[in-house]
């Protein structure tokens, strides 16, 4: 008889405990933002930290971000890369993940679509690298980008069927 009370009274407590779950938080729609780097200096040839202005437009970036649910940061390996998500990811907490820039761009979107369902994710890389990223992430078209051009945007919002959509902005 014991062990029936004993039964009874674990059911009932399970029970009461599935009813007192909190409902599930709504996500954030999932966002890639991708950037090439901010403008480079001249202080090494094969890899260039940020100028002045390359810092202040990193840390203008990071503002524009400030009230969105980054939920990761990646860079490729060099500096000037590394230093322009630096800012976003300080400014939420969290660490900028390195990836190649060699690695091709459909298999990096692949892995960024498998690793991230929502918020918003930072990819900055470079000109000859990011179109094709957003490119991958879309599955649009995207314009190439010239080697002076550093305030370009691109946004990729997937909806919560999988459909992809495509935007350009530009830094101010």
Known sequence: ??????????VLSL??????????EPQAPLTYVIVRHAEKSTDDPRDPSLSDAGQARAERFAASLATAPVRAVYATEY????????PTAQAHGLTVVRYEAKQAAAE????????HR?????????????????????????????E???DRRMLVRIDPQ???????TRDR
């Open 118 to 146: 929502d918020g918003t994710v930072l990819v900055v890389g470079h000109s000859n690298t990011a179109p094709a990223i957003a490119a991958a992430l879309c599955a649009c078209e995207v314009a190439p980008m010239p």
């Open 15 to 24: 029970a009461l405990g599935g009813c007192a779950t909190r409902p599930a």
């Open 1 to 10: 008889m014991r062990s029936t009370a004993c039964t009874a009274a674990l």
């Open 108 to 115: 990096f979107a692949a892995t960024l679509r498998r690793d």
């Open 148 to 150: 002076t051009e550093f």
């Open 79 to 86: 500096r000037r890369t590394q230093q322009t998500g630096a």
């Open 162 to 168: 999988g459909q992809a959509s495509f935007e350009q």
